[in-house]
């Protein structure tokens, strides 16, 4: 079974930085797509940042040049460094993690962290 853990997060202040990382851990698991997505109450998850395994990126308009994202593909595991943060960045982060486990195709979801940026 796959297990997917978040971790980062937390409150800082407009104009700073946070960094989240994302691990699966499982027997027999390869990781491919992994993304990162935000929420805010009422409205919709929406993509943040997605990078396939060849590490080609994709962010969204919102985040171009203030955030990056990275993987590290022996650990299974994808970041996602955030600078210049805005009071509008603030959400729930959940990453998502996409692969092969034991011969069948997985995608799974972390249990969200919480990023506040105050003004």
């Known amino acids: 079974q796959v297990q997917v853990v978040e971790s980062g997060g937390g409150l800082v202040q407009a104009g700073g930085s946070l960094r989240l990382a994302c691990a699966a851990s499982g027997r027999m698991f390869s990781a491919d797509d992994m993304g990162w997505y935000r929420q805010v109450p009422d409205k919709q998850r929406e993509l943040v940042a997605s990078?396939?395994?060849?590490?080609?990126?994709n962010y969204a308009d919102s985040v171009k040049g203030r955030f990056s994202i990275s993987r590290d593909n022996a650990k299974n595991t994808v970041y996602l460094q955030m600078n210049s943060l805005k009071p509008e960045d603030t959400a729930v982060y959940y990453c998502?993690?996409?692969?092969?486990?034991?011969?069948?195709?997985?995608?799974?979801w972390g249990q969200g962290t919480q990023v506040t940026v105050s003004s």
């Open positions: 998502n993690i996409q692969g092969i486990s034991w011969g069948a195709y997985v995608s799974k």
């Open positions: 990078i396939t395994r060849g590490r080609s990126t």
